[in-house]
């Protein structure tokens, strides 16, 4: 079992759809939380960043983590376009010096 | 500030030759790490170092891998001898508290 399940997808929404990304987890020393967006032939740019269970949101964007469950989850809201690239999911337990693990990524197309 | 940087954007090499990868972090980050992303999958840790010394490299694949980071600042990766499975995006990334990373463009690597 992987220490991080992620939907490969592709996943494809009409624009101004609302968008739920998913990981699950298995590791429980996880506390650092973060999803970062990698368009084609770019590096991975951080879009959120929580640490342990609660919500955070950053304009149209919601990350929420649910620590008793082993779940995480991104919502993009009124989705464009330009949202269309993979998003992957990270977690740290932190005591470890931040190793960073990743999942799969989903990959997104939001069609005009 | 700046980004961190990499080069080459990308290689193309045969089997069994040889191959470095450079990167140099955000200035002032005392973290730096080096992922393998294989198409379609999410990023692998390959080795991280705070500073000077490595703190994990338990997936690097030491007998063809090799990576230093001199005087806790740029650092390269190389391949020798490279096989056609080595053939992924190679990205370095760097972190000032050792659990949000930010990335590179990336390295772009083919092994014909």
């Known amino acids: 079992q992987k220490e991080v399940e992620q939907d490969p997808g592709p996943l494809s929404v009409p624009e101004g759809a609302i968008v739920s990304l998913n990981c699950t987890y298995s590791n429980s020393a996880f506390q650092y939380f973060m999803w970062y967006r990698q368009y084609s032939r770019k590096g991975p740019e951080l879009l959120m960043y929580t640490y342990s269970s609660g919500n955070k949101e950053d304009g149209r964007f919601t990350a929420q983590v649910d620590k008793s469950s082993k779940y995480i989850s991104l919502f993009i809201r009124d989705s464009q376009p330009s949202d269309s690239a993979t998003y992957l999911c990270?977690?740290?337990?932190?005591?470890?010096?931040?190793?960073?693990?990743f999942g799969q990524g989903t990959e997104l197309s939001v069609k005009p | 500030e700046a980004g961190v940087a990499q080069s080459p954007r990308y290689k193309i090499i045969e089997k069994r030759q040889s191959v470095a990868f450079w990167c140099n972090p955000i200035s002032g980050h005392a973290t730096l790490y080096w992922y393998q992303q294989i198409l379609g999958q999410g990023p692998k840790l390959l080795i991280q170092?705070?500073?000077?010394?490595?703190?994990?490299d338990s997936q690097l694949p030491k007998d063809r891998f090799s990576a230093e980071r001199l005087k806790g600042v740029d650092s390269t990766l190389k391949i020798q001898p490279a096989k056609l499975e080595d053939s992924a995006v190679y990205l370095c990334a760097s972190s000032s508290d050792r659990f949000v990373a930010f990335f590179g463009q990336g390295t772009r690597l083919t092994v014909v």
């Open positions: 170092f705070q500073n000077n010394g490595v703190v994990d």
């Open positions: 990270a977690m740290s337990a932190g005591n470890q010096g931040g190793k960073l693990i």
